[in-house]
């Protein structure tokens, strides 16, 4: 991009120091990045920061040669970080383990061991379905110190959502344990993990960590127990690191989208480990002395980024949880919190807004006067809950870093930057785009819009923590993000600056719900309900929730032959649960005679959005001048009437 071409005088920059760097950035990445990467351990120097001859298929650090696992744990080792706590991890039911940079090296390097005992090669893809314990990121870390690519799938999958996954990404080994606590009670995981072996020809090999001890079948020649393949190879194993291009993949991880498959996005390592490095550093400037608890699960992009690579390249403590919030009471987090002096909390909006449905006086029972910093992601946050965060969480004194990201694009991307300098904060804004990141609010044509104008976000430039493609899938790789305008990122997120150059980001502008913070694509939903025998038609919209910022709702008609009740209603529920997920249990299905539709045939998904806020339906003669007027009036009436009866 030319220096010409840049608006520097309309970018408004509040902070000065902040503006500099981020034009510098913008004017030199090659220069700008390779003055970074030095933070980063590499075998081989790189021929080239970036190479962007071939958009936008961009290439970071080319000819660099490093291994992300070195960089999380054995550059620390001649420093006094080997004897410092790398996790401190509590389980549900109490259990605390904790491990040293040291007691991390040593297991990874027996699990890497075990992997190459099992003939995993460089390049191969390992499966994880695990619930958050020490083993998922000592799994993570393992797989990538023999080279291979991991693909985390999180826990609240069902066996066919992993079954596509492990076939799509055609893993060899998967990564499982027995069970998961939930609310004291325990599940079965490898049950589910079995159901998705059973139709995934591509797995060897399946490693089952105990956890609840529950009895599971174990597979002769295929299954075996962590603890016991980990007993069988020398206590001191090494494995070297192997040498990594940086441009090769590190992992896939899928994330839902506008159809009903969901999107291999593939992270390759260099470059994505110089932004996890930078932008934690950036976002939260953690050091020694801070516990950093970032409450994301590891089967999420927020998890892979801020619970393993980039706390560990930069070589702090971290805290991980495995349980839910309100287990075994409502204070479970402040109790946490206060036992292990945890320094900067990094969570979602959505855990925010049921704390203060739980009340304060949860919080106000516990001394959290270690905290130091406050973080969210995962969604808009509302001002009040912004508010609440501030004043009962940070007790008026602490700022709140509202990071704006996306699976795809490594790490944050707009956020305040108190690591470079901190402006003043506006509560629901995430502020400001990081360095290198030249974002900006368009219209339709691609044309920026005028302050206060809501239009699409986008980013004009590459980061050095973007996605180098969508796995196997490059066509739709460049359809999806760069489709719209030529080289230009389409983040699918709508948005607005106000009058000092802030960003404000208002929501998907595609078919993807956010329930929770987490990303449920309607279009698969959709599928889900039609793969049901009594379906004939379904069409899935987001319906704003007090709590979950929004919930998906069904509208379905059914196959003749078939009748609305309350038991079909329920089967419909555990169809879509045991078809993707309990993640994305519908609130509703509501059973209708007819989907309002155009002419065409195509859903008026306006009208139900329509529906669902108990919005008026107003002019409907411009609406949708396809479909006989008459016909959307009673069709939004049936739709009401049974939405009501709900
Ligand atoms: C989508 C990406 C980034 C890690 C977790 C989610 C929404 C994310 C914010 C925020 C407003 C946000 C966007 C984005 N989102 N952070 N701070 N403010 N919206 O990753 O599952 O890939 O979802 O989450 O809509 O596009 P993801």
Known sequence: MSEASLPFNDKILPGRILKEEWEKSIKNPQEYWAEKAKAIDWFRTWDKVLDDSNPPFYKWFPG?????????????L?????????????????EVRTYTYYQLYREVNKLAKVFKNFGLKKGDRVAVYLPMIPELPITLLATARVGGVHTVVFSGFSAEALAGRINDSGAKIVVTADGAYRRGKTVTLKDTADRAVAATP??????????????????????YYYHEALAKVEPNAYVPPEPMEATEPLFILYTSGTTGKPKGVLHGIGGYLVWGYWTLKWGFDPNEKDIWWCTADIGWITGHTYNVYAPLAL??????????????AQDRWWEMIERHGVTILYTTPTAIRMFMKFGEEWVNK???STLRLLGTVGEPINPEAWKWYDRVMGKNKLSIIDTWWQTETGGFMIAPLPGIELVPLKPGSATNPLPSIYAEVCDEKGQPTPTGVKGFLVVKTPWPGMLETLWKDPERYKQTYFGRWPNIYYTGDYAVRDPDGYFWLLGRADEVLKVAGHRIGTVELESALVSHPAVSEAAVMGKEDAIKGEVPVAFVTLRSGFS?????????VQHVRATIGPIATPDAIVIVNKLPKTRSGKIMRRLLKAVLAGAALGDVSTLEDEASVEDIKATYDELK?????K
């Not at 591509?202 to 299954?223: A, C, F, L, N, Y």
């Open 64 to 76: 660099g040669v490093l291994n992300i696992c070195h960089n999380a744990l054995d550059r620390h």
């Open 78 to 94: 001649d420093t006094p970080r080997k004897n410092m706590l790398a996790y401190i991890w509590e389980g549900e039911n109490g």
């Open 202 to 223: 591509s797995v060897e090999k399946v490693i089952v960590v105990k956890r609840t001890g529950q009895t599971v079948p174990m597979k002769e020649g295929r299954d």
């Open 315 to 328: 070589g702090i403590t971290s805290f991980i949880f495995e349980g839910t919030p309100d287990y075994p």
């Open 366 to 368: 516990h001394d959290l």
């Open 564 to 572: 609305p009740s309350e038991e079909l209603r329920q089967q419909l």
């Open 641 to 645: 009437r049974q939405l009501e009866k």
